[in-house]
C-alpha cells in the first residue's frame, strides 16, 4: 500500500481547530503576587520552571522562591536567598543542576553584581575572584556544549548601556572579547538553540537607537549577525525562549508592538501568529520558560508601562500537540537483544514533517518491516498485545493492529525509512501505532523478531 493511501486509511473526521496555538490561564489557586522584572527558568533537573524576586510596587521588592509544576506554584522556603531585587538576569546550567543569578537593583536603585545559585533547595552566595561591575536589565543564557553561562549588555548605575560578553563557568566570571559583538543594549532577549548550537540573542534598545530587530548567535568565540529578511519585530523588553517539542523560538510581549502578540522563527523566517481569544492583557516586563515535559511556553506577570502589575499565569501551546511515546517491549534471539525502534532525534509527529523512522540492534537485519496500526488494543478481534509464540516467534508481542506494512531500507547499521506526513488537519490528534518486524533467520523457528512499539498522535505547529 502506498504511504499516501495509509494517511487515508488513518484521518478520521476530526475539525480542524481554529487556529494552531493557543493562551490559556490555568488559574492556578496560589500564585506569587503581582510583580514585573522577576525571573523565570526551566530546571531540567527537577522538571520545573523556577521564578525568582521582582518588583510589586516602588515600595516593595521581593526575594522569594517559587516553583511551577505544569498544575500548581509552590513557594520554597530557602534557609538562604538573594536580596530582594528586580531586573536581575537568570540562567540554568543544566550539566551542574544549579540556577544562577546574577545582579540587578534593589528597592533603592542600587545596582548589584553579587552572583547566587540555586540547587533545588537553597540559595549559595558565590565569591568569584573575578565580577563584573554592577549592572540590571541584561540577559543569559547557559550554552551546554561549552558548559558555560553566556552574560550580555544591560545598563550600568549610570543608566549607561553595556556591550558586554561574559562567561560563568561555575567558579569564576571570564570576560570575553570578540572580535564582533551585538553593541550596546538593553532589555534584549537570549536563550539557547539547540538546532543551530548557538547562543541567540535578539531586540533590545539604547536611547539613541530605539528599538532593535535584529538578531544574534553566539558560537564562542564571535558573535555573528543573523537577522533574517525580513527582520522580526522592533521591541524591548521583550522575552524568547526555544520550544524544544516544535522546534523554533518563540517571542512573547514587549515593547513597541501590541504586547499579546506572538512571533516564532520557523527555520529563517519570523511568523506572527493568530491567537484566539481570551488573551492576556497587553504587557512587558513579564517573565518566560518553556517547560520540556509539557511542551509549553509559561508566562507569569508583567506590567502595563504604569501603575499595573499582574500576577496570572499563562500557557502558551499548540492547540494540537504532537507526541511520541514508546510501549510494549520486543523480542531477541537466543544471544542477541532485542532490536528497538525509534524516531530520529526525538522526533513528533507534526504535519508536513518527514519522520525518519529507525531500528537499530546488535545482530544484522536481513529484511525489515514497518507496521503501522489505528488500534493497540484489538486485532482482527482479538485482543493486544497478542503472544506469537504459536508462530515460533517465543517472547515475541504484537502490538498494533497492522492496518499497513511498510517495506524499510536495510543496512550495516540497521533499517531506516523516511515517512512525510501530509499536512491534512483532519490528522490532527489522530493516533496511530507502529512496531517493526526484523527478518534474523538465528533468532526462533519463524526466524523473526520485534521490537517494542511507538505510539503517535498527530499534531499542528
Not at 499516501?4 to 490561564?25: I, T
Not at 561555575?170 to 537570549?190: D, I, K, L
Not at 537607537?209 to 525580513?230: C, H, K, L, M, R
Request: aromatic residues 10%.
Amino acid at each position: 500500500m502506498r504511504l499516501v493511501s495509509a494517511f487515508v486509511l488513518f484521518a478520521v473526521s476530526l475539525p480542524a481547530p481554529r487556529a494552531q496555538v493557543e493562551l490559556v490561564n490555568p488559574n492556578p489557586s496560589t500564585a506569587p503576587v503581582t510583580r514585573k522584572y522577576a525571573v523565570m527558568v526551566w530546571d531540567s533537573v527537577r522538571e520545573r520552571v523556577v521564578l525568582f524576586g521582582g518588583q510589586e510596587d516602588l515600595a516593595a521588592y521581593h526575594n522569594d522562591t517559587w516553583e511551577w509544576d505544569g498544575t500548581r506554584w509552590t513557594e520554597r522556603q530557602p534557609l538562604h536567598r538573594p536580596p530582594a531585587r528586580e531586573d536581575h538576569m537568570m540562567a540554568f546550567d543544566s550539566v551542574r543542576g544549579r540556577v544562577v543569578l546574577f545582579g540587578g537593583h534593589d528597592v533603592n536603585v542600587r545596582f548589584l553584581n553579587d552572583t547566587w545559585e540555586w540547587d533545588g533547595v537553597d540559595w549559595h552566595p558565590m565569591a568569584p575572584a573575578t565580577v563584573p561591575f554592577a549592572r540590571a536589565y541584561g540577559a543569559m543564557a547557559f550554552d551546554p556544549v561549552r558548559q558555560l553561562v553566556v552574560m550580555y549588555g544591560g545598563v550600568d548605575s549610570a543608566t549607561r548601556e553595556i556591550g558586554e560578553t561574559w562567561e560563568w563557568n561555575g567558579t569564576n566570571w571570564r570576560p570575553r572579547f570578540p572580535y564582533r559583538e551585538p553593541g550596546r543594549r538593553t532589555q534584549h532577549a537570549m536563550c539557547w538553540d539547540p538546532v543551530r548550537q548557538r547562543v541567540v540573542l535578539y531586540g533590545g534598545q539604547t536611547n539613541e537607537s530605539g528599538w532593535f530587530a535584529d538578531q544574534w548567535e553566539y558560537d564562542g568565540i564571535n558573535w555573528v549577525n543573523a537577522t533574517t529578511t525580513p527582520a522580526g519585530p522592533a521591541m524591548s523588553d521583550l522575552r524568547m525562549v526555544y520550544d524544544t517539542h516544535r522546534s523554533r523560538l518563540v517571542l512573547w510581549g514587549g515593547r513597541s508592538q501590541p504586547a499579546s502578540s506572538a512571533w516564532e522563527r520557523d527555520g529563517d523566517t519570523w511568523v506572527q501568529r493568530t491567537i484566539p481569544p481570551p488573551l492576556p492583557t497587553d504587557r512587558h516586563a513579564h517573565t518566560m520558560a518553556f517547560d520540556e515535559v509539557r511542551g509549553e511556553v509559561v508566562i507569569f506577570g508583567g506590567y502595563d508601562g504604569g501603575e499595573v502589575r499582574y500576577g496570572d499565569t499563562w500557557v502558551y501551546r499548540p492547540v494540537a500537540p504532537a507526541s511520541a511515546a514508546s510501549f510494549g517491549h520486543g523480542c531477541g534471539g537466543p544471544t542477541s537483544v532485542p532490536p528497538a525502534l525509534s524516531l530520529a532525534d526525538g522526533q513528533r509527529p507534526w504535519l508536513g514533517d518527514t519522520l525518519a523512522w529507525r531500528v537499530r540492534g546488535d545482530t544484522p537485519a536481513n529484511l525489515a518491516v514497518l507496521s503501522l496500526g489505528v488500534s493497540r488494543t484489538t486485532w482482527r478481534g482479538a485482543s493486544l498485545p497478542a503472544d506469537l509464540g504459536a508462530f515460533g516467534m517465543s517472547g515475541c508481542e504484537l502490538l498494533d493492529s497492522s492496518d499497513v506494512l511498510l517495506s524499510m531500507q536495510v543496512s550495516a547499521q540497521g533499517a531506516d525509512l523516511a515517512m512525510p506526513i501530509p499536512v491534512w488537519r483532519e490528522l490532527n490528534r489522530v493516533e496511530l501505532y507502529a512496531q517493526a518486524l526484523v527478518f534474523d533467520p538465528a533468532s526462533n523457528p519463524a526466524g523473526a523478531v520485534t521490537t517494542g512499539g511507538v505510539a503517535l498522535r498527530f499534531g499542528s505547529r
